[in-house]
C-alpha cells in the first residue's frame, strides 16, 4: 500500500522568510513524487516533480529515498506563494496518491 | 482545448436520488481519472481509465459508483440512492504518458 503524509495542515511565515512543507511517503516500489498547488479560486495544477529535478517559481525539493521524504523548500518566501500545497506519489500502475495537503500562508 | 471540463459544477439533491457528472478531458489525453475531495483532505483517487478502459477502481469506492468512458473520450462518474457521506468535490483529471495531471475545476455535491 502506499501513502502520502504532509504533518502540517497550517503554515504561515513571512514574507522573505524560508519556507518548507513537509512530505513523507511509504512505497514499496519506486515512486515518482509530485507537487501540486492550489491558489485561491484556481484548480490544481502540477507546481513541479522529482524527476524533471527543475526548480519552478524558486521552489525546489529532493526525494530522499533514504529518509522517505519529498520536502518543498524555498529559501525566500513571496506573497504570491500563499496556497494549498499537496504532495503526490505515482506508483507504478499510474495511480496517483495525494497527501491532506498543507495551506500556506505567507504574511507580508 | 481549454483544458479539462467539468459538469455541472454544483449539484444539490435529496437522498435516495441519483446523480450523474460529466467529465471532458484534453483531447489527446488517454488516461482519465476521477477523484473525490472532501473538506480538509486532499484527493482520494477513485478511478481510471486509460482509453476506454476502466482499469482500477478504489475499494473505497461502493456499488452505488460507477464510472465509464465510452469511445476512450468524455466520461461520466454515476452515484445512485445518494447518501449524505456522499457530499464532496468530485474531481477529474486527465494525463498523457508524462505523468502530469490535469484537473478540471470540480463537481461539487451537496446531498441534503
Known amino acids: 500500500a502506499q501513502r502520502v503524509t504532509q504533518p502540517e495542515k497550517l503554515l504561515s511565515v513571512f514574507k522573505g522568510a524560508p519556507v518548507e512543507l513537509k512530505c513523507n511517503y511509504s512505497y514499496s516500489g519506486s515512486p515518482e513524487l509530485f507537487w501540486y498547488v492550489q491558489y485561491s479560486r484556481q484548480r490544481l495544477q502540477l507546481l513541479l516533480r522529482?524527476?524533471s529535478r527543475e526548480s519552478i517559481k524558486g521552489f525546489t525539493a529532493d526525494l530522499n529515498k533514504g529518509e522517505t521524504s519529498f520536502h518543498l523548500k524555498k529559501p525566500f518566501a513571496q506573497e504570491e506563494d500563499s496556497a494549498m500545497y499537496y504532495c503526490?506519489?505515482?506508483?507504478?500502475?499510474?495511480?496517483?496518491?495525494f497527501g491532506t495537503g498543507t495551506s500556506l500562508t505567507v504574511i507580508p | 482545448d481549454t483544458g479539462v471540463s467539468q459538469n455541472p459544477r454544483h449539484k444539490i439533491t435529496k437522498r435516495g436520488q441519483n446523480v450523474t457528472f460529466r467529465c471532458d478531458p484534453i483531447s489527446e489525453h488517454n488516461r482519465l481519472y476521477w477523484y473525490r475531495q472532501t473538506l480538509g483532505q486532499g484527493p482520494e483517487f477513485l478511478t481510471y481509465f486509460q482509453n476506454e478502459a476502466q482499469l482500477e477502481k478504489s475499494r473505497l469506492l461502493s456499488d452505488r459508483f460507477s464510472a465509464e468512458r465510452p469511445k476512450g473520450s468524455f466520461s461520466t462518474l454515476e452515484i445512485q440512492r445518494t447518501e449524505q457521506g456522499d457530499s464532496a468535490m468530485y474531481l477529474c483529471a486527465s494525463s498523457l504518458f508524462t505523468g502530469e495531471l490535469f484537473f478540471g475545476e470540480g463537481s461539487r455535491l451537496t446531498v441534503l
Open positions: 522529482h524527476i
Open positions: 503526490a506519489l505515482q506508483n507504478t500502475g499510474n495511480q496517483f496518491y
